[in-house]
């Protein structure tokens, strides 16, 4: 079914935070108007939004009101059942299909879909018993990384396991079962590409770039990355092949290694915008959310052309949000701020983003340079 949303019809948005702000603020371009479903009247979104339904994300009569509400349904929060999912559908378009948040919210599912697909990413085994990891350490060897299949994101839900005797407590501790054993893959760097994909299965990539972490949590994306090129293709290639195996209409962020020696495998994939696509406001004539948008009302999904280098630094916590007058203050810094009202450690507050002449990405002297007052915040408490 193709679906041509005119100007001024609803856009339904599944999740109340900053991924659905940017993409309700997006719509708004567009002419559309956005209605959230949420649990707090005072989230990011609900606050640029023309409406929203307030209420739990499993309760049918509510999934109904907030169905009747709206045009076509998106989704920017993952851990709405895929059964609500499915309900909505029942009711009125929903992109990307609950299918796909199904494979995405189960490592396990996600990696034996990547892999039928020809994917590669760590190796990996399943695991239900204390038996189960015993057995699977010893084939993927240790150093590995053991995650709760569900509901694990910024790092929440794994162990590191260096040795044999680590084992039984981590798989005591991590739950819900049943988890994942994964290889420990030693990255030369991080990389993700963000996707989208038509209705009449058109697709449009941005450049792929590098993310470097703080304590589990995205804190710098450089745009484009700094690998060699036929890694950048690499990358963009497998996130082409997730986008069509998984027949997307949609959005997809796909989070890649690169090893010491050139390979890509990838890590999880996310159908929705991501963090690591915000440099694409600034930095790109139509940036993810419009894609986004786009693809969910089945315009034309424009190019995923880049204008410029950017640095996108992360404002997580208090600490960087105190950082907030010096940032307003500084030219060349590009804020956004996600109208949180409480900044609690680890919390996503608002993010900045510099720009740089295409082909003048600085190396990492003067990137820390170029953020100024963001070079060198404090570590996280
Ligand atoms: P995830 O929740 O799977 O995105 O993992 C969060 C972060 O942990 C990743 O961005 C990596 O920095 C690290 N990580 C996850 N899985 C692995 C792995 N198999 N090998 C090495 N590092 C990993």
Known sequence: MSLLLPPNATIGIVGGGQLGRMSALAAARLGYRCHILTQDANDPAVQVAHGHTLGDYEDSATLRRFAAAVDVITFEFENVSAEGLDLLASLKPVRPS???????????????????AGVPTAPWRAVRSLAELQHAASELGLPAIL???????????????????????????????????????????????????????????????????????????????????????????????????????GLLAVEMFVTHDGKVLVNE????????????????????????????????????????????????????????????????LIPHHYGKSEARPGRK???????FPRGALPGDFGVADALGCLATPPAHA
């Not at 963000?194 to 299965?201: L, N, Q």
């Not at 507050?349 to 720009?355: D, I, P, Q, S, Y």
């Open 98 to 116: 609950p299918e796909i948040l199904r494979i995405s919210q189960n490592r396990i599912a996600e990696k034996t879909f990547l892999n039928a």
């Open 349 to 355: 507050m608002g993010h900045v983003t510099r720009l």
């Open 269 to 332: 994939i996310a159908p929705r915008p991501h963090n690591s696509g915000h440099w694409t406001i600034d930095a790109c004539p139509a940036s993810q959310f419009e894609l986004h948008i786009r693809a969910v009302a089945g315009l034309p999904l424009n190019e995923a052309v880049r204008h410029s280098d950017a640095v996108m630094k992360n404002l997580v916590g208090p600490e960087e949000l105190a950082l907030w007058p010096e940032i307003l203050a500084t030219p060349g």
């Open 147 to 249: 995650k709760t299949a569900r509901l694990g994101y910024d790092g929440k839900g794994q162990r590191l396991l260096r040795d044999m005797a680590d084992l039984a407590a981590a798989f005591e501790e991590l739950s819900p079962k049943p988890l994942i054993l994964e290889g420990f893959v030693s990255f030369a760097c991080e990389i993700s590409v963000i996707v989208a994909r038509g209705a009449d299965g058109g697709i449009a990539a941005f450049d792929t770039v590098e993310n470097r972490h703080r304590d589990h949590i995205l804190d710098l994306t450089l745009a484009p990355a700094r690998v060699q090129d036929p890694v950048a293709h690499a990358a963009q290639a497998l996130a082409r092949r997730v986008a069509e195996a998984l027949d997307l209409v």
